[in-house]
């Protein structure tokens, strides 16, 4: 099991920046894949970034440059720092963890926190 909690989420303005945290609790965290998802409302959830157990990376083309992930493996946390926000970033923003190779899917992820809302609005 690896429990995930999301936290950091708000509503700001257009540009505005925020940092979502994403603590776990379960046993080697150091071994899981993680991610972070967001899913707008009535669209589809959708990846966003990723790193592996290995330390591989991916990043969704609608964020690079303003958005960044980044874990820390002793603290058993992820974070998603995000700048330059835009209205269309409004949504529900998740962590998920991978106890298996696959990344790129939301069915490689077994384990997911409860969401956290960013709303982006003048």
């Known amino acids: 099991q690896m429990p995930l909690v999301e936290s950091g989420g708000g509503l700001v303005q257009p540009g505005d920046s925020l940092k979502l945290s994403c603590a776990a609790s379960?046993?080697?965290?150091?071994?899981?894949?993680m991610a972070w998802f967001r899913q707008p409302l009535g669209k589809e959830r959708e990846l966003l970034a990723a790193?592996?157990?290995?330390?591989?990376?991916y990043l969704a083309d609608s964020v690079k440059g303003r958005f960044t992930m980044s874990r820390d493996n002793a603290k058993k946390m992820i974070f998603l720092q995000m700048d330059n926000l835009k209205p269309e970033d409004t949504a529900v923003y998740y962590c998920?963890?991978?106890?298996?190779?696959?990344?790129?899917?939301?069915?490689?992820?077994?384990?997911w926190g409860q969401g956290t809302q960013v709303t982006v609005s003048t």
């Open positions: 790193i592996t157990w290995s330390g591989g990376t």
């Open positions: 379960g046993r080697s965290f150091s071994s899981y894949g």
């Open positions: 998920a963890a991978s106890a298996g190779s696959g990344w790129d899917r939301e069915q490689f992820y077994a384990f």
